[in-house]
């Protein structure tokens, strides 16, 4: 009999809006479902954007969902009491938590720490939510409860997931030196783009080049920086595509005014959420990925552009140093306004073999680098180590 998984995120599949941490969720799920049984509990809509009840699926009850049995949680219903119940229900060998901020987390949690909810061994990925970047958004808030978390000691003797050294680091910051941390890159498909060829890329016309930027919108994203830079370009026609759900309207205003001050030259275009294959697809059609984000634990996107052959251009709060080593994309830091400004204007006025380099290197780094076998070893300590707690406790 398989050992099972008891997974608590905030949103799941079919949706699609809410970000790369979801699909990081599924792909750990296709990944491991031949070793493993998943439960998930998620939130029955499908992002902060769209609180419309899912109507494919039946809220608070169990569902068949891809390589997962699902059940969706009403706000109504999202209680310690709720949650008790399902995991007696599922009764799991571990439980896997994918934030450290949200309430299906919080909730678990919580009931955990009242002893409705037996103890078994606890993973959690914070998703970059205890970066630097991330905690500048909404801080007072984030930092009160981060101080009432250790208060009432919420998240002890949890195993912390971190995709990158330099998360470990952050998380020992805020937790302390001595909780246990192991690290594991969030799973990607194995392949994205199987049907990928160069020749989809569009031609590389100097003195003008098309810019996407694939992501939720919101403070963090920072996208407002970008279409600020845009003001200066004056040289060259520039093509920028924004794909993503508007999760801040207050946000999406500024950055609209932005839009209505920039040249004749630039041309903007905000198209919305899209499903992921006709995002991929958006993705192919452009020459430049953009992401000058105030801090990205993996960034889900980055690997998806670079399959797409489109190199990036993103800010210094990445883990994904090593862009320019490579040849598959800029860093530029978000002090260095002048930086972004001539390598926007760079990209504008590159020609066509120049970019076919930096095309074709984005396209090798990204299916080498989706290939490494070392990223589902990596995942599998994680989860190995949860359950040889959960036997050891057992004896």
């Not at 905030?10 to 479902?33: C, E, Q, W």
């Not at 994918?98 to 990925?125: E, G, H, Q, W």
């Not at 830079?229 to 500024?254: A, C, D, M, S």
Request: proline fraction near 5%; charged fraction near 25%; hydrophobic fraction near 40%.
């Amino acid at each position: 009999m398989k050992k099972r998984f008891l997974v608590f995120c905030d949103y799941y599949l079919p949706g699609y809006k809410s970000g790369g941490g979801m699909f990081t969720v599924a792909n750990l799920i296709d990944r491991f479902v031949d070793r493993y049984e998943f439960f998930v509990v998620t939130r029955n809509h499908e992002s902060k954007g769209n609180r419309e009840p899912y109507t494919s699926v039946k809220t608070n009850a169990w569902n068949k969902v891809g390589n997962a049995t699902v059940f969706y949680v009403s706000n109504e219903t999202m209680n310690r009491t709720t949650f008790a119940r399902l995991f007696a229900e599922v009764a799991p060998d571990a439980v896997y938590l994918n934030s450290a901020f949200s309430m299906p987390v919080i909730t678990f949690l919580n009931a955990r720490r009242k002893r409705l909810i037996r103890d078994v061994p606890v993973i959690l990925a914070p998703c970059g939510e205890l970066s630097v970047g991330a905690l500048s958004t909404k801080p007072l808030k984030k930092k009160a409860f981060l101080k009432y978390s250790k208060f009432v000691d919420l998240y002890r003797d949890v195993t912390w997931k971190a995709s990158f050294s330099a998360e470990e680091d952050e998380i020992r910051s805020l937790m302390g030196r001595d909780v246990e941390v192991m690290i594991a890159p969030d799973l990607a498909p194995r392949i994205i783009l199987p049907d990928y060829s160069v020749d989809q890329k569009p031609a590389k016309v100097p003195g003008e080049g098309r810019f996407v930027f694939l992501s939720r919108l919101t403070r963090k994203k920072n996208i407002e920086y970008f279409l600020e830079r845009l003001e200066y370009i004056k040289q060259g026609k520039v093509h920028f595509e924004i794909i993503g759900p508007i999760e801040n309207e207050t946000y999406w205003r500024q950055c609209d005014a932005i839009i209505k001050r920039l040249g004749p030259n630039v041309t903007v275009k905000a198209v919305g959420a899209m499903h992921r294959p006709e995002a991929l697809a958006r993705l192919v059609k452009s020459h430049f990925f953009v992401l000058p984000t105030l801090g990205e634990n993996f960034g889900y996107a980055f690997i998806e552009a670079l399959a797409a052959g489109s190199p990036l251009l993103i800010s210094e709060n990445t883990v994904w140093t090593d862009v320019e080593d490579r040849n598959v994309g800029w860093i530029r830091n978000l002090s260095d306004d002048e930086g972004w400004k001539n390598l926007i204007q760079k990209c504008v006025d590159m020609d066509q073999p120049e970019f076919d380099r930096l095309s074709l290197n984005a396209r090798k780094y990204a299916v080498e680098w989706l290939a490494q076998p070392a990223h589902d070893a990596a995942t599998a300590n994680v989860l190995n180590r949860a359950l040889d707690s959960a036997d050891t406790a057992a004896m």
